[in-house]
């Protein structure tokens, strides 16, 4: 007689998880279409792509969560862009890297490390519901995305290493900024 009740157990728990899933998937692909509809910057394919592939936010039940996540990978990749440009700077000998390309690195880590700084106060804001106080930070931190790639461009011929990240990085903090700016709306 256990066999059936824990049969219906298991049915029911995988039925769950898979509504709950569902209702993640649905909240990121309402979310991203609302705020593609109010953002021309933001990319409806790189929304949905980018939040479905993480298992936190395919979770998410409120947009609350939805921006949190999203600060939280915003992060994530700006942490990692540090990273790579570190590994630029302490690239071997036989890697010449100009002085002027040099400076830009170095200005573009501490710009990336400023929005991780801005980023995190992002994501308390959003926790204390102090949802305009969220989308300052956030603004502050999409900055560096523009503000890196701009040093480079100040030299005539000098090309960033940083290209592609700087618009994924973009493309993070417009997903942020705008599921804040939802949260205030609301």
């Excluded at 029911?12 to 709950?20: E, H, K, V």
Aim: aromatic share 8%; proline share 3%.
């Amino acid at each position: 007689m256990g066999f059936p009740f824990s049969s219906l157990y298991v049915v029911m728990f995988i039925f769950s998880s898979l509504q709950n899933c569902s209702l993640g998937s649905n909240l990121i692909h309402q979310s991203c279409k609302k705020a593609a509809k109010t953002d021309p910057n933001l990319r409806y394919d790189f929304c949905i792509t980018s939040l479905e592939a993480n298992p936190k936010t395919r979770k998410a039940k409120h947009l609350e969560e939805l921006a949190v996540t999203s600060i939280e990978l915003t992060i994530s990749n700006a942490t990692e862009i540090v990273s790579n440009i570190s590994n630029l700077l302490r690239q071997k000998a036989e890697v010449v890297i100009d002085p002027y390309a040099k400076g830009c690195l170095k200005d573009c880590s501490e710009l990336y490390s400023d929005a991780i700084l801005a980023l995190r106060d992002a994501k308390l804001d959003i926790e204390s519901k102090d949802f305009e106080k969220a989308n300052v930070d956030i603004s502050s931190a999409m900055d560096a995305s523009s503000t890196c790639e701009d040093g480079f461009k100040e030299k005539k011929g000098e090309v960033s290493p940083l290209t592609k990240e700087n618009s994924v990085f973009f493309q993070w903090t417009v997903i942020s900024l705008a599921f804040t700016n939802m949260l205030v709306q609301q």
